[in-house]
């Protein structure tokens, strides 16, 4: 597609339910990354992609979520048991490789809006 | 591991004055990415600027130039003219080459910029 698309765009669910966060890369690109972002805050890091390297899950913030990537492209960032404090925005971006000739920069979803009550 | 922090949580400049947002970083890579992002009310990021760490000149893109110091690792955003529309909050990010940490991108903590007409 054109652009990085996510869906849904606004998710609200019950306290303890699962959700799966959707992210639909930029085709060709290798690198795709997970952010959240709280109200008003910075973009806390979640978990990169990279190729067929390991996903770099260092910012997941408790077993309760988990993301993978299906043959290189589409993305599922999925919380279980979902709690209030889990309530943010989810970003997803996705990007190519420095040095393969084309931009270096990531290129954003315009998030979803996970509410939790 | 690498860390950018923006000192700034806060900035406010008149319509068609000047402003500078700071940013530090703190990495032991040679060789990285800086970017520059904005994001408005509507929650796109948007890239306003990127800088690769090999060049040592500065970059700029109309209205938008950085003060890069390698040394200082200090990477500064100057908006010259300012306009309504630049509003929003700005993010400083970093970017690891693929060889180090394949291309991981961390983001600083966001300066919200207020324009005054």
Sequence with gaps: GAGVSQSPSNKVTEKGKDVELRCDPISGHTALYWYRQSLGQGLEFLIYFQGNSAPDKSGLPSDRFSAERTGGSVSTLTIQRTQQEDSAVYLCASSSLPGQGRDTEAFFGQGTRLTVV | ?117
Excluded at chain 2, 77 to 96: E, H, P
């Design chain 2, 1 to 117: 591991a690498q860390t950018v922090t923006q000192s700034q949580p806060e900035m406010s400049v008149q319509e068609a004055e000047t402003v500078t947002l700071s940013c530090t970083y703190d990495t032991s890579e040679s060789d990285y990415y800086l970017f520059w992002y904005k994001q408005p009310p509507s929650r796109q990021m948007i890239l306003v600027i990127r800088q690769e760490a090999y060049k040592q000149q500065n970059a700029t893109e109309n209205r938008f130039s950085v003060n890069f110091q390698k040394a200082a690792k200090s990477f500064s955003l100057k908006i010259s003219d300012s306009q309504l529309g630049d509003a929003a909050m700005y993010f400083c990010a970093y970017r690891s080459t693929p060889w180090n940490q394949g291309g991981k991108l961390i983001f600083g903590q966001g300066t919200e910029l207020s324009v005054k007409p």
